[in-house]
T-cell receptor, first 113, second 118 residues
Framework: EDKVVQSPLSLVVHEGDTVTLNCSYE??????LLWYKQEKKAPTFLFML????IEKKSGRLSSILDKKELFSILNITATQTGDSAVYLC?????????????FGRGTQLTVWP | DAGVIQSPRHEVTEMGQEVTLRCKPI?????LFWYRQTMMRGLELLIY????????DSGMPEDRFSAKMPNASFSTLKIQPSEPRDSAVYFC????????????????FGPGTRLTVL
């Protein structure tokens, strides 16, 4: 079964809009949650979250984790066409599977000019 | 510093042929991961190594797939014989493994090999 579920699967917005991408997970021995951006090629790292309630920011992107409710959100404000990509959420676990990431299916974001 | 290097970038082959994909991780990284990405199944972990030792190969689809890491700077993923359903983008990723965790657990992806099996 899916351990990491992202929503929505696809999102189309206009430049300047604000978007919120969701990632929920159901795992034991949670260690951290990571967000990646994938354009035409390889995923590139955005954020890693390990503690609840602490927002991570990078420019117009921000993310926060809720370990009690088992989800994370990725916010993008004032979207630009260059934000168009697939955004992947992944969870890392403690213990014997340390190192392995469990990826969600991703959210395809399309930003129109 | 160079990122993860993969070769070839594109491979087109015929069903039944052997395919070998290559990966050079980032220098100093001691964990290496092979992923496969398709539209239908998304990003799937095939196998990963810590300090050149395979840790989890449960994602390897079947015996036609094999992976090796003879040293810290090189890994191969081999498919023999290849089938059309193996067509996908294969990514290699590396990271510096540590029990302390933190940012150093972040995986860095190579550009991928797009495999087409006709």
């Amino acid at each position: 079964e899916d351990k990491v579920v992202q929503s929505p699967l696809s999102l189309v917005v206009h430049e300047g809009d604000t978007v919120t991408l969701n990632c929920s997970y159901e795992v034991t021995n949670f260690r951290s949650l990571l967000w990646y951006k994938q354009e035409k090629k390889a995923p590139t790292f955005l954020f890693m979250l390990t503690s609840s309630g602490i927002e991570k920011k990078s420019g117009r992107l921000s993310s926060i984790l809720d370990k009690k409710e088992l989800f994370s959100i990725l916010n993008i404000t004032a979207t630009q066409t260059g934000d168009s990509a697939v955004y992947l959420c992944a969870v890392a676990l403690r213990g014997s599977t340390l190192g392995r990431l469990y990826f969600g299916r991703g959210t395809q974001l399309t930003v129109w000019p | 510093d160079a990122g993860v290097i993969q070769s070839p970038r594109h491979e087109v082959t015929e069903m039944g042929q052997e395919v070998t994909l290559r990966c050079k991780p980032i220098s100093g990284h001691n964990s290496l991961f092979w992923y496969r990405q398709t539209m239908m199944r998304g990003l799937e972990l095939l196998i990963y190594f810590n300090n050149n030792v395979p840790i989890d190969d449960s994602g390897m689809p079947e015996d036609r797939f094999s992976a090796k890491m003879p040293n810290a700077s090189f890994s191969t993923l081999k498919i023999q014989p290849s089938e059309p359903r193996d067509s996908a983008v294969y990514f290699c990723a590396s990271r510096r493994y540590s029990l302390q965790g933190g940012r150093i657990n972040t995986q860095y992806f190579g550009p991928g090999t797009r495999l087409t099996v006709l």
